[in-house]
């Protein structure tokens, strides 16, 4: 998968002993990438040097027969060699402990881009790894990431409730539950469906005044303008009085056309869902605003998926998802971005995304797991970039080095974009054409190593009481 096109390829520069001594007066510099092409581009010794330098180097293993693993050379705290594992040599090396998951791909597969946590866990690793229970990672194969450019793999996201359609059954006087209705957490409701019988004394008095209000402005028909007047006002605030405590509307013409207060008052369901939380129990007194029941319309669901933070930049509102959970294996579902969360967790370097997924057969129940794919906003424009290894971060600027050309180099600051596929995008500090190193970088990866190693890149300034050498004459005569 790329999602960007690259403009110009970077080629890896292993440079052998002929292409040291970056600065004359610069030993330490020119001796340590000296020490590092021979450890990463001599061929190994003996009869079969010329075999194995036609196989390819899986990866390297620890010296020490320890169960740890690289994708470049490295060297152990002691200073030694990780040992490089060839294709064909990756079952030998299981009684030094490689994982299962280093082995050869299966036939039909591609190669090994990188392995994923077995739980599903956000978290990738580019070699052979264990969980903290003794699992292997997975190995995902060339061409199973994706098959479109520009989407990110997001590995966990969470089925939650709309937060727009969760609804609360309460009232807001005090009363008594004489019957329910709905008695069951999970139970399907429709809008106006009957929930519950309640006896409420407060509300008996308020209609034995509004129907008295009524029968009164009925009686007064033939009255003067101003008892007719104070007759209607009277009734207009004892239906208001009922209207704020939320009895309906049919209720209120069954009261007027029957003229009998009804004992007890039904409590309707204010929409479509399902019962999330039944705190109603018969015969229990509840008191106003106290939670009856919880009801969500799950029609429509969210799914909060964790995207890493540097895939965040990709996202957009209304970017396409897909969906994928476990308990219906080989059906996806879609959905699309809704809302990017502004803050992202300090502990797992991850934001929280918002996809609205319509569910009108219910199938995506509240806690679920889903794997989720985004169709992120990249585009097919052409940008230049780098490798990975090309790239030496300090945490606070970024760099890289230039080859100058007789084994000289250049350190230059450059502003990264993108990250996707092992480059990053270049936006600032480098030109198309411009070869930069992209092996032995590690030899200065310690921050601290930092800004020593780049000052080691530039010629030395002259000593004060060193005279500055004049200029050559140049062959004329002439300076």
Known sequence: MKRFALAVLLLALVFGAGAVGYWLGKPTAATSLQMTAAATSEPPSGASSAARSERKVLYYKDPMGKPEYSPVPKKDPMGMDYIPVYEGEEDNAAASSAPTAAAKPPSGKGRVLYYRNPMGLPDTSPVPKKD??????????EGEESDEAGTVKITVGTVQADERRLFV????????????????????????????EVYAPE????????????????????????????????????????????????QLKRLQSGGIVARTLTLRAPADGIV??????????FMPGEPLYRIADLSSVWILA???????????????????????????????VAFIYPT??????????????????????????????????FDNRPVLAVPDSAVIDSGTRQAVLVVRGEGMFEPREVKLGAHA???????????????????????????????????SFAPPAPADNEPTKPAPTPAGGKP
């Open 132 to 141: 903290s229970m003794g699992m292997d990672y997975i190995p995902v194969y």
């Open 421 to 455: 596929d092992g480059y990053h995008e270049v936006r600032d500090g480098l030109a198309a054409g411009d070869r930069v190193v992209v092996s032995a970088n590690f030899l200065i990866d310690a921050e601290s190593n930092l800004k020593a190693a780049l000052k």
């Open 276 to 285: 999330l939380e039944k705190m109603a129990v018969e015969g229990m007194r």
């Open 344 to 377: 992202v967790s300090q502990e797992t370097r991850t934001g929280k995304v918002r996809i609205i997924v319509p569910n009108p057969d219910g199938r995506l129940k509240t806690g679920m797991y889903a794997k989720v794919a985004l169709d992120t906003g």
């Open 203 to 250: 509300l008996i008095v308020a209609e034995r005044e509004y129907l008295l209000a009524w029968q009164s402005r009925r009686n007064m028909a033939g009255a003067g303008a101003e008892n007719r007047s104070a007759a209607w006002q009277l009734a207009e605030a004892s239906l208001q009085r009922l209207k704020n405590w939320d009895i309906s509307d049919d």
């Open 306 to 336: 964790e995207v890493f933070e540097q895939d965040l930049s990709a996202l957009r509102d209304g970017d396409e998802a897909r969906i994928e959970v476990n308990a219906y294996p080989g059906t996806s579902f879609t959905g699309r």
């Open 169 to 196: 059954v309460n009232t807001k006087f005090e009363g008594w539950i004489e019957k329910l209705h709905v008695n069951a957490t999970g139970q399907t409701v429709h809008r106006g469906e009957p929930l519950m």
